[in-house]
């Protein structure tokens, strides 16, 4: 079981808007602003979409967004396009003695 | 152009050890942190370990903590994660991932294509 927790999958149609939740604790999520959010494509190797809540790397669109209300992130994509079918992943920083959790993941499918 | 290359992974039985490796290129291998994530077959991802920049402290997921010893070879350019007393669920393939900035610890931007590593008798 994931320390984090994220809908196991979630569904839109081109150009519509999704937001996948990341749920955690005081401890984590909640109690820092340390969350990052995570594409993955099958068969390829994670790709950094988010980090500091809110925050996108150099090259990453601006369609991505990330939020955070108390024990509960969320990322949001507006304007769904079929390249951004995959799985997303958040993270985020712990005071447990495993210093960094990952959510177990959300399967986006684009209809 | 910054490149991370795993390597080292295979078949090994319960109990056994195995040390894999991770070459870096483009980037000072020892100014940034750099982690070890793995993902089980049709899972998750899971932090493992991560070696910091500057200092080279190093840290350890609970699941592999008195196990696995997270180290680095600056004049190689290299990271290494040596794995002893492996277990079945640690099965998995294995990716080193370059962080952010310097100054950022847990912020995975460059990975690795993954090394497999199945434990298996």
């Known amino acids: 079981q994931s320390a984090l927790t994220q809908p196991a999958s979630v569904s839109g149609s081109p150009g519509q808007s999704i937001t996948i939740s990341c749920t955690g604790t005081?401890?984590?999520?909640?109690?820092?602003?340390?969350v990052s959010w995570y594409q993955q494509h099958p068969g390829k190797a994670p790709k950094l979409m988010i980090y500091d809540v809110s925050n996108r790397p150099s090259g990453v669109s601006n369609r991505f967004s990330g939020s955070k209300s108390g024990n509960t992130a969320s990322l949001t994509i507006s304007g769904l396009q079929a390249e951004d079918e995959a799985d997303y992943f958040c993270?985020?920083?712990?005071?447990?003695?495993?210093?960094?959790?990952f959510g177990g993941g959300t399967k986006l499918t684009v209809l | 152009e910054v490149q991370l290359v795993e390597s080292g992974g295979g078949l090994v039985q319960p109990g056994g050890s195995l040390r894999l490796s991770c070459a870096a290129s483009?980037?000072?291998?020892?100014?940034?942190?750099i982690s070890w994530v793995r993902q089980a077959p049709g899972k998750g991802l899971e932090w493992v370990s991560a070696?910091?920049?500057?200092?080279?402290?190093?840290y350890y997921a609970d699941s592999v903590k008195g196990r696995f010893t997270i180290s680095r070879d600056n004049s190689m350019n290299t990271l290494y994660l040596q794995m002893s007393s492996l277990r079945a669920e640690d099965t998995a393939v294995y990716y080193c991932s370059k962080d952010l900035t310097t100054s950022s610890l847990g912020y995975f931007q460059h990975w690795g294509q993954g090394t497999l590593v199945t434990v298996s008798s």
């Open positions: 070696i910091s920049g500057s200092g080279g402290n190093t």
């Open positions: 005081s401890s984590d999520v909640g109690g820092y602003n340390y």
């Open positions: 483009g980037f000072t291998l020892s100014s940034y942190a």
């Open positions: 993270s985020s920083y712990t005071s447990s003695s495993t210093p960094w959790v």
